[in-house]
């Protein structure tokens, strides 16, 4: 069980510029969501799935666009970076339907630095 | 709304020494509570959770109750060591629109001295 895996792990932009944040799970999770860590702020949530087709915003949603086709991925595109968007990116999924739980387990994140 | 406040840090303290971070919620409802340890580079991962009042969670010689009447969910070891030098973030879980949302603290940054 590799659990959450995200990629990039850096990635440095230009102001203008898109990039897509990859983000799998191998649980069989239903739930799947996207945060973003900056300093003295703990993690917002940006965008979150609760199933394959549906999507809806978090806390954060302004500059990110969301999919979800396939249970396992739930990838995260900024179309038109800006510096604001600057932060680390977390990926989590939760919820199996086997076990009933709801534990959210979370990807080793992605750096973002736009300039 | 819901939030989650947590104590600032860094909190700096030598190995061996008594831990107490502190965190107090605001929630309509009733909410799960969770602490989440994140170490340097890595993603974060859950330490302890409890899902009702009076509950208490405990891991890794981390221990914390789900205090209902005064609304916190302090987090305490009695013997720290380097090795627990990391992030700690106390959250809140709220079912919304069919979706538990995790609501974070800003965090409280521990460091562990020899």
């Known amino acids: 069980n590799a659990g959450v895996t995200q990629t990039p792990k850096f990635q440095v932009l230009k102001t203008g510029q898109s990039m897509t944040l990859q983000c799998a799970q191998d649980?069989?999770?239903?739930?799947m969501s996207w945060y973003r860590q900056d300093p003295g702020m703990g993690l917002r949530l940006i965008h979150y799935s609760v199933g394959a087709g549906i999507t809806d915003q978090g806390e954060v949603p302004n500059g990110y666009n969301v999919s979800r086709s396939t249970t396992e991925d739930f990838p995260l595109r900024l179309l038109s970076a800006a510096p604001s968007q600057t932060s680390v990116y977390f990926c989590?999924?939760?919820?199996?339907?086997?076990?009933?739980?709801?534990?959210?387990?979370f990807g080793p994140g992605t750096r973002l630095t736009v300039t | 709304g819901n939030s989650v406040t947590q104590m600032e840090g860094p909190v700096t303290l030598s190995e061996e020494a008594f831990l107490t971070i502190n965190c107090t919620y605001t929630a309509t409802g009733y909410p799960s509570l969770f602490w989440y340890v994140q170490y340097p580079g890595e993603g974060l991962q859950l330490l302890l959770k409890?899902?009702?009042?009076?509950d208490k969670g405990s891991n890794k010689g981390f221990e914390a109750t789900y205090r209902k009447e005064t609304t916190s969910f302090h987090l305490e070891k009695g013997s720290v060591q380097v090795s627990d030098s990391a992030v700690y973030f106390c959250a809140l879980s709220m079912i919304s629109g069919g979706y538990n949302k995790l609501i974070f603290g800003a965090g409280t940054r521990l460091a562990v001295h020899p």
């Open positions: 409890a899902t009702k009042a009076d």
């Open positions: 649980m069989n999770h239903e739930y």
């Open positions: 989590a999924s939760s919820y199996s339907k086997t076990t009933n739980t709801y534990e959210q387990y």
